[in-house]
């Protein structure tokens, strides 16, 4: 069980390359490496959450926040579209507040809005107030990953926390914020305290994912979901070095890692250099285009609009075969969506695209 739990982790990998079976071989894993693959992978950003009725009852009676700490729980939601769609992957089911939680942070995540913060970071003293964390502070995650990877067998799993810059959003507004007015007043105004702030957050999630690699995830990804609301410029001086600590911070691992966010078309080039194996593009930017801007040295991860998925089937069929060809030109792609599935998506119409994913890309292998 050991031996397999440390053959599962991408350390068969980094050591030789001698013996790779399991997740560490799976098309998943291979693609963030740029390697050949039987069909492009695909999963999706939120597939475990609301849009599965069986999500929506086990989840009827307990809180967000309390199911992310329940190792059953989490395994057993993290496993549902695992199940239903047949996804070449499987992400933890968490929150990226998880471990500011666990940090000492008091927050709760309210339905329908999302993460709350009881008393937002504004100050040094608040800053502080963030605790670094170590593996008995998350230990519920690290037990939940170690159950999940026994009982994925050769499907990946992929662990995830929120970037600096997202986190930092919600700590330094209290809340979700269309504008970032707040964390960029903090930002422009306190520069001093906001690096101080983003070194903390990135301090917690390199520990935090470090905790998950530990108990055998196969690849991370880094969510920056609101990046996208800063200039290039802006991005480069107050965000790249905090996201870049924490991928490069990784780098001696051998997991793939995953660097994502939202609106990012101007910023895909600075984000590829922070470290990340693989860049998510949301659906304004065309794969092609995106992997010019990126360069040749990572894989792609996207992209279709979530909101096509409610479009008739042969719409949806076309784009989806749009972004499979656009893929073949890039030098690894993961098939996923531009951002996360909607609530309100029909999960029949997520497990068609996985299948017709696979398809037309292991056809075309074929052909090719
Ligand atoms: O992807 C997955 O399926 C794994 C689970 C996951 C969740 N949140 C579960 C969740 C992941 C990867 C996240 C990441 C996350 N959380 C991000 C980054 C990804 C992104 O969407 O950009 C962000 C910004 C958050 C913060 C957050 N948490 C928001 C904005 C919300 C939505 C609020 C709402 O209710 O509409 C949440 C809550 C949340 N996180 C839910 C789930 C399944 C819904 C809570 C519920 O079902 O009651």
Known sequence: MVAMTTDTTGTAARDGESRR?????SPFVRACRRESVPHTPVWFMRQAGRSLPEYREIRANV???DSCRRPDLVAEITLQPVRRHGVDAAILFSDIVVPVAAAGIDLDIVAGTGPVVAEPVRTAGDVERIRRIDRADVSYVDEAVRLLVAELGDT??????????TLASYLVEGGPSRTHAKTKAMM?????LWHALCARLAEVTLSFLRVQIDAGVSAVQLFDSWAGALSEADYRRFVLPHSTAVLSGLADTGVPRIHFGVGTAELLGAMGEAGADVVGVDWRTPLDVATRRIGPDRAVQGNLDPTVL????????????RIVAQGRDTPGHVFNLGHGVLPETDPEVLTRVVALVHEVSARRAEQG
């Open 156 to 165: 990946p799993l992929i662990g995830f926390a929120g970037a600096p810059f």
């Open 63 to 65: 809180g967000m926040l």
């Open 21 to 25: 079976s399991g997740p560490a071989d």
């Open 310 to 321: 409610f479009a008739p089937w042969p719409v949806i069929e076309a784009e989806v075969r």
């Open 188 to 192: 422009y105004g306190q520069p001093e």
